[in-house]
C-alpha cells in the first residue's frame, strides 16, 4: 500500500452541522433551488443528446470501442477535473457498451440518472425502469478514478445478483467488480472490496467499516500512522483490514437506507457476561408479569410505553424482600420492570420478532425482513427472551456505534436512487446536503388506482378484502397482497386457504424463496401474500394474456406510518407502461390509527375517514422525523465531544 492509498484508507468527509431553527430557512431555500424543475430538463435534453450521440459509437469493432472506455480510463484517473464535455462523450461510448454486453439501449431517462447519480443527486425512478444499470453507468464514471466505489443495494441477494449481472459491462469498461455479503470471511471481503466497484449492502459497509476502525485502534489517524511508521518502525495498517477507505457511495432503496434505517444504529459488541445483571433481568419479568393493565400501568399508544398509575416501587420492594436481587437500587429496578412491561405489550411475536432455533430474530418493521444480527439494547432484548421462556443472550459490551447518518454523511461523493422519494426530499437535503430530482418515466404510467376504503374495524376490512381478491381472481388477473406483520400475512393466507385459493407467501419467516415468488407473481390468476419485503429490485412481469386482462391488481390491507411505503407497494403494478391497479383498505383499529390518533378525536374523525389516515400518516411520519432527528443531534454530541483526532470514530 503505498503513501496515498494508505492515506486513502481513513479519509473522511467532515460534514457541517445539521442546520436547525431559523437557521435552516435559506438552506431549505437552497435545496429548492438545486431540486428546481428547470434542472431537471436540462438533464433530460444532455441525456438527449447523449442518446443520440450513439451512432458515432456504432461503427466501431469491440476493440476500438473497448479501446477508447480504456483511454477514458486513463483520463479519469489522471486528470484532477472531469469536465461536462468528457462526462457526456464518455457515456456516449459507455451506452454502447451497454448495448453489446447486456443487448439493450439505455433509455435517454436511465442516462438522466446516471447523470444525476454522477453529479450527486438522489434521484426518485418509477419502480421497473432499470435503476440497476443507471447505477451501473454512474459506478462505471466513479470506478474510472481508482477510488473506492461502494453500491450499496437492499439486500445480500440483490447486492450479489447486480454485481453479477453488470459484470461484463464493467469488464468490458475496464474496470473491476465484486460484491461483498453477510457470509464471505474476512479474505473473501478484502478481495471484493479491492475491486473498483463493490456492491454490498449498508449493514455489511458499515459493519466492516466500524471492524476496521477498531483494528486500528490509535492508527485512524494518517499522521500517528506515518510518525509510528517513521520513528517506531511499526506496520502502518493492520494486515486484516479489509477496506480500502471511503469515496463513492450509490445507495439503492436510499429512502430505505438513509430514512427507515437511519433511526437505528450499528453497534459493534462483544459478549461480556454478567449474572447480576440477568438476574436483575429475571426478578423484573416475574414482577412485570404480575402487573395487569389498567391496574397497575397504562399502554401509551403514540411513544409505545407505558406509565405506572400504582406504586411500582411497593411491588417491588415486596419481590425483594422474598428473592433477593443482586441490585438494590430502587430506579434501576424500576426502569427494568418497565422494560419488562414494553416488551410484554408493545413486543409481539410475528409482529417485532419471530423465533428461530429458539433465538430471537428482530424484524424490520419497514420492510418485514429479518435482521438476525441485530439485538434490542439496555435490557430489552432479554425481556423479550424471558417473555418467550427463551434462554437469555449475554449481556454485550459496546465496541464501536455510528449510525447510518452519520456514516453516510462521510463519503465525499455521495448519491442514491429510490421510486419513492419526493416525500423525504426535505430531509434528505436537510441530513446529507443532497439534492432531490425526479426522472419521468420512459413511458405513461397506466396503473389505476382505486379510492382507499376505510372500515370500523378489521372484521369488516378483511371481509371486504377477501371479496375483492375473488372479484380480481375471477378477472384471471394476478395480485399481489402487502401486509404489514408476518402474522398478518399468515391469517390472510389461512383465510385464502379455507376459500380453496392457492395462494404463496412470502414474510420473515418464509423467505428463502422470495426472489422465485416474487418474479411468477405476474402470472395468470396468482395470488401472492407478502409483507413489506416484497421483491425489491425484482420485476414481477406479465404476458400479454394478463396485459389484456388489466394487469397486476396491489391490495394493501392497511395503510402504513409512511405513504412513501404504501406507494412503493403500489408501485410493483402497471410497471414500464404495463396496464395495472391498486387498491388500499384501512380501519379504525389498524395499529396507524390507534397509535397516532388521539382518543378524543376519534368521534369526529370517525365521519371524514381519508382525512383520518392522512393526519395520522403525518403524525407518524412527524414522530419518526424526530426520532431521526435526535439520532442526528446524538451524532453531532459525538462529533463535538468525542473525536480527539480528525479521523477518529467512537
Avoid at 393493565?293 to 410505553?305: C, P
Amino acid at each position: 500500500m503505498n503513501i496515498s492509498e494508505n492515506f486513502q484508507l481513513t479519509k473522511i468527509k467532515k460534514a457541517p452541522p445539521v442546520p436547525t431553527g431559523i437557521n435552516a430557512f435559506p438552506c431549505l431555500i437552497t435545496g429548492k433551488f438545486k431540486s428546481r424543475s428547470r434542472l431537471r430538463k436540462d438533464f433530460l435534453k444532455e441525456a438527449e443528446g447523449i442518446h443520440n450521440h450513439q451512432t458515432s459509437s456504432q461503427n466501431l469493432s469491440d476493440t476500438q470501442l473497448q479501446s477508447k472506455l480504456l483511454n477514458w480510463r486513463g483520463l479519469f484517473k489522471s486528470q484532477k477535473k472531469i469536465t461536462p464535455e468528457m462526462i457526456r462523450e464518455s457515456l456516449s461510448h459507455i451506452q454502447e457498451a451497454v448495448f453489446r454486453k447486456l443487448g439493450f439501449y439505455p433509455f435517454t431517462e436511465q442516462i438522466a440518472g446516471a447523470l444525476g447519480l454522477y453529479r450527486g443527486y438522489i434521484i426518485e425512478m418509477a419502480t421497473g425502469e432499470g435503476k440497476t444499470v443507471t447505477a451501473a453507468m454512474a459506478a462505471v464514471l466513479r470506478g474510472w478514478s481508482g477510488l473506492p466505489c461502494h453500491v450499496i443495494t437492499a439486500n445480500d441477494y440483490l447486492a450479489a445478483r447486480d454485481a453479477s449481472i453488470m459484470e461484463p459491462l464493467f469488464r468490458f469498461c475496464g474496470i473491476s467488480a465484486g460484491s461483498v455479503t453477510s457470509e464471505m470471511k474476512p479474505d473473501e471481503r478484502k478481495e471484493n472490496y479491492l475491486k473498483n466497484v463493490t456492491y454490498t449492502t449498508a449493514k455489511e459497509v458499515l459493519a466492516d467499516f466500524l471492524r476496521d476502525r477498531i483494528l486500528l485502534g490509535k492508527k485512524q489517524n494518517f499522521q500517528k500512522r506515518l510518525i509510528s511508521y517513521w520513528c517506531e518502525n511499526e506496520e502502518m495498517v493492520p494486515p486484516n483490514i479489509v477496506q480500502r477507505g471511503l469515496h463513492t457511495a450509490i445507495v439503492d432503496e436510499a429512502d430505505n437506507v438513509l430514512i427507515d434505517e437511519a433511526v437505528t444504529p450499528l453497534i459493534i459488541s462483544k459478549e461480556e457476561p454478567n449474572k447480576a445483571f440477568e438476574e436483575a433481568c429475571f426478578c423484573a419479568s416475574q414482577i412485570a408479569g404480575n402487573l395487569h393493565l389498567n391496574e397497575h400501568y397504562k399502554r401509551d399508544e403514540k411513544f409505545r410505553t407505558v406509565v405506572f398509575i400504582k406504586d411500582i416501587e411497593t411491588e417491588i420492594k415486596k419481590y425483594a424482600a422474598e428473592h433477593p436481587s443482586p441490585f438494590s437500587g430502587l430506579l434501576f429496578q424500576k426502569d427494568l420492570v418497565r422494560k419488562a412491561v414494553v416488551a410484554k405489550e408493545f413486543f409481539l411475536r410475528d409482529h417485532q420478532y419471530v423465533i428461530e432455533d429458539e433465538k430471537i430474530v428482530i424484524v424490520d418493521e419497514s420492510t418485514g425482513r429479518k435482521m438476525p444480527m441485530r439485538s434490542w439494547s439496555d435490557g430489552l432484548h432479554q425481556m423479550v427472551e424471558l417473555k418467550e421462556g427463551l434462554e437469555m443472550t449475554p449481556v454485550k459490551e459496546t465496541q464501536a456505534r455510528l449510525s447510518f447518518q452519520r456514516f453516510f454523511r462521510f463519503y465525499p461523493c455521495f448519491s442514491g436512487m429510490t421510486g419513492t422519494g419526493k416525500e423525504a426530499a426535505r430531509e434528505f437535503w436537510l441530513i446529507y446536503a443532497v439534492p432531490m430530482m425526479l426522472i419521468p418515466s420512459h413511458k405513461k404510467n397506466r396503473r389505476i388506482l382505486h379510492p382507499l376504503r376505510v372500515f370500523p374495524d378489521k372484521r369488516s376490512k378483511m371481509n371486504a378484502i377477501l371479496k375483492e381478491i375473488e372479484k380480481i381472481h375471477g378477472e384471471g388477473r394476478p395480485i399481489l397482497i402487502g401486509t404489514r406483520t408476518v402474522a398478518e400475512s399468515e391469517m390472510l393466507a389461512s383465510l385464502l386457504q379455507e376459500k380453496n385459493f392457492i395462494c404463496k407467501v412470502i414474510n420473515a419467516v418464509r423467505s428463502e424463496e422470495e426472489a422465485g415468488i416474487i418474479a411468477e407473481a405476474g402470472k395468470k390468476a396468482a395470488i401472492t401474500v407478502a409483507t413489506n419485503m416484497a421483491g425489491r429490485g425484482t420485476d414481477i412481469k406479465i404476458s400479454p394474456e394478463v396485459s389484456r386482462l388489466g394487469g397486476l391488481h396491489v391490495i394493501a390491507t392497511e395503510c402504513h406510518r409512511s405513504s412513501r411505503i404504501d406507494r412503493q407497494l403500489f408501485g410493483r403494478s402497471a410497471r414500464q407502461g404495463d396496464p395495472g391497479s391498486a387498491a388500499a383498505f384501512a380501519s379504525f383499529e389498524d395499529e396507524l390509527l390507534t397509535q397516532n390518533l388521539p382518543r378524543r378525536l376519534w368521534p369526529v374523525l370517525k365521519a371524514y375517514p381519508k382525512a383520518a389516515i392522512k393526519i395520522a400518516q403525518r403524525m407518524a411520519e412527524r414522530k419518526d422525523y424526530q426520532s431521526r432527528f435526535s439520532v442526528q443531534k446524538t451524532d453531532t454530541w459525538l462529533d463535538e465531544s468525542l473525536r480527539f483526532a480528525s479521523e477518529d470514530i467512537q
